[in-house]
């Protein structure tokens, strides 16, 4: 496991992005996209093996086989550059210039007054504002500050809102679904932790809980059972978590 530079959420070190915030993991992205060219590299070498075969088929049919293989090595090595790009334009940078890392310095430092101020005054809306910002326009990790996990949160709880409107779809979309059950189970577990819960938990008991039961139709029951399988005590493990937002979205009325 390691920890994602740009939300802190504990993630498998082999997977190409972060669960929770969509953030590349530069590592596991680049160990991806080398098995597809080592699988590419292997078919190649198969049909390496079978020259005779290759001889009977013509030499041209063998010339667009080579063809078609190096076109799939050009598209895939385009897609990941592309993905890649795409992914990384909207989330903090990975990799900072000494005077990128002064400004970080200064940022978060400012950020983490505002976020106090905000929190000091109850104020939800404003550490999501502060938070959203800071992440997707101005791309910097606020990692580490005061009051992260409740800044966080309160990025979360207004993305919840705005995807809630899709249950009256009459037909949910799957990455909706996902991320409406993930936002809900963060919540229900009290992700934010102990710091959070005088702002969260009356709304995790207020608007959460009824969202899950008369909505996304879980028994609270159900949800304490799926507790042993999302937590490492005393801890929420996020990325089980999210793995089980994958499984349980089917049952939305």
């Known amino acids: 496991m390691i920890i994602c530079p740009n939300c802190g959420a504990k993630i498998e070190d082999d997977i190409t992005k972060c669960p929770y915030c969509g953030y590349i993991n530069k590592e596991g992205a680049e160990k991806k996209y080398k098995e597809d060219l080592d699988q590419i590299r292997e078919n190649i070498e198969e049909t390496k093996k079978e020259p005779a075969k290759a001889l009977a088929k013509g030499v041209k049919k063998g010339t667009k086989v080579i063809l078609v293989t190096v076109l799939a090595i050009l598209f895939l090595a385009a897609l990941f550059v592309i993905e890649l790009a795409r992914e990384m334009k909207d989330k903090p940078k990975e990799f900072l210039s000494a005077e990128e890392q002064v400004y970080a310095s200064a940022y978060k430092e400012e ?4 976020i106090g101020e905000a929190y000091d005054n109850n104020d939800i809306q404003k550490m999501a504002e502060i938070f959203d910002k800071a992440y997707s326009v101005d791309r910097v990790n606020l990692w580490g500050i005061s009051h992260y996990e409740t800044a966080q949160a309160s990025s979360n709880y207004y993305k919840l809102k705005e995807l809630i409107p899709s249950l009256d779809k009459e037909k949910t979309d799957k990455k909706e679904a996902e991320q409406i059950t993930y936002y809900c189970f963060y919540f229900y577990y009290r992700a934010y932790g102990d710091e959070g819960a005088e ?6 008991e207020e608007e959460i809980i009824p969202l899950m039961t008369d909505r996304l139709g879980y028994s609270i029951s159900e949800m304490d059972d799926l ?6 005590p005393p801890y929420l493990n996020r990325s089980k978590l999210y793995k089980e937002t994958k499984k349980n979205f089917k049952n939305y009325h």
Not at 111 to 114: L, T
Not at 227 to 232: E, L, P, Y
């Open 111 to 114: 950020a983490s007054k505002q």
């Open 199 to 204: 702002l969260f938990d009356p709304i995790r």
């Open 227 to 232: 507790k042993d399988r999302v937590m490492d």
